[in-house]
């Protein structure tokens, strides 16, 4: 019922920033929640962030006062500045959404940085 497409992925030297959206369409309810997830080659995909409200936010320890998560509720879309980029933020992003208890994934999209 519900799709999310994320955008916004590429390649970027350290120090840079990337913007990733990640749209949502199908059946929105106003009762959700969304969030960022990574995962690097090799490794486990982790949580980068989420937004439970407009301003209830919650992130991982290595990208605190780097990434922020924000919503657009208007355009059900979710967003995440990621700035000052290390190397170790090489991943593919998900996004994912709960929506009336149901989770729901993205495609994902890549996000390389390169020194």
């Known amino acids: 019922q519900v799709q999310l497409v994320e955008s916004g992925g590429g390649l970027v030297q350290t120090g840079g920033s990337l913007r990733l959206s990640c749209a949502a369409s199908?059946?929105?309810?106003?009762?959700?929640?969304m969030g960022w997830y990574r995962q690097a080659p090799g490794k486990q995909r982790d949580l980068v962030a989420r937004?439970?409200?407009?301003?209830?936010?919650n992130y991982a320890d290595s990208v605190k006062g780097r990434f922020t998560i924000s919503r657009d509720s208007a355009k059900n879309t979710v967003y995440l500045q990621m700035n000052s980029l290390k190397t170790e933020d090489t991943a593919v992003y998900y996004c994912h959404a709960i929506v009336d208890g149901y989770h729901y994934w993205g495609q994902g999209t890549q996000g390389t940085v390169s020194s």
């Open positions: 937004i439970i409200s407009g301003s209830n936010t």
């Open positions: 199908g059946s929105i309810f106003s009762s959700n929640s």
